[in-house]
């Protein structure tokens, strides 16, 4: 699967409506609150952006998640598209995404075509509204991580995202529901995936769902 077919069919994919992410909560038995309902809250979340960026490497379309590092904070040691919050100086949500990618990752973001934003996720732990902007390049640059912001980079094959067997449970006390919940993940080459990016990986995997040969 090389990035110009993924790029093509994706392309195609977005014209229809966005799948979103109720067939992946069903698999936790819960549903996440309405997102208009959580932009009129007072105080409104906190607009965020991440990109979702598949790339060609070693003849194969990739995409790059990083592992955030151990800190006091909700979202510690979690894996995540690279992304953060709307600054001042943002024209956009599109330019949050592709100006956080070049932070944290180091990489440059030219020849990166942005297709469209994926559904967006309310994430009541740290108030964030975000929305996952899908791109896609021919190639990424050096990349130079900002310790700070990213413990580790993963390229992982999109062949893997795609696959049947990364979807396992585990149980997990959830402060949203205010108990054990049996909580649905990926494993992206060993690294457990959940929460918002696990939702927005399971809305990629449908929209690439009639690329019948993703190995």
């Known amino acids: 699967m090389t990035v110009d077919e993924v790029a093509l069919h994706l392309r195609q994919a977005m ?7 109720d067939g992946f909560l069903r698999l936790a038995g819960y549903k996440r609150g309405d997102i208009e309902a959580a932009r009129l809250k007072d105080p409104p979340p906190r607009e965020s952006a991440v990109l979702v960026l598949i790339y060609q490497k070693d003849d194969a379309a990739h995409t790059l998640l990083m592992v955030r590092p151990t800190y006091d904070g909700v979202h510690s040691g979690q894996v995540a598209f690279p992304g953060g919050r709307m600054e001042e100086g943002d ?3 599109q330019a949050t995404a592709l100006r956080e990618f070049c932070e944290e990752t180091g990489a440059a ?5 942005v297709i469209g934003a994926l559904t967006p996720l309310y994430i009541p732990p740290s108030r964030s509204m975000v929305t996952p902007y899908l791109a896609v390049t021919d190639a990424i640059g050096p990349m130079d991580p900002d310790p700070r912001e990213v413990a580790q980079l993963i390229e992982a094959p ?3 995202l ?5 979807l396992a449970h585990r149980q997990q006390y959830m402060p949203i529901v205010k108990r054990e919940v049996s909580v649905p993940y990926f494993d992206v080459m060993g690294h457990v995936v959940w929460g918002a990016t696990a939702m927005m990986i399971a809305e ?3 929209l690439l769902s009639a690329l019948t040969d993703p190995a």
């Not at 014209?15 to 992410?21: D, E, I, K, T, V």
């Not at 973001?109 to 075509?113: L, M, R």
């Open 109 to 113: 973001i030219d020849g990166i075509e």
């Open 15 to 21: 014209r229809s409506p966005l799948p979103g992410h």
């Open 158 to 160: 999109l062949a893997w």
């Open 91 to 93: 024209a956009s949500l």
């Open 204 to 206: 990629l995997r449908e």
């Open 162 to 166: 795609l696959r049947d067997d990364i």
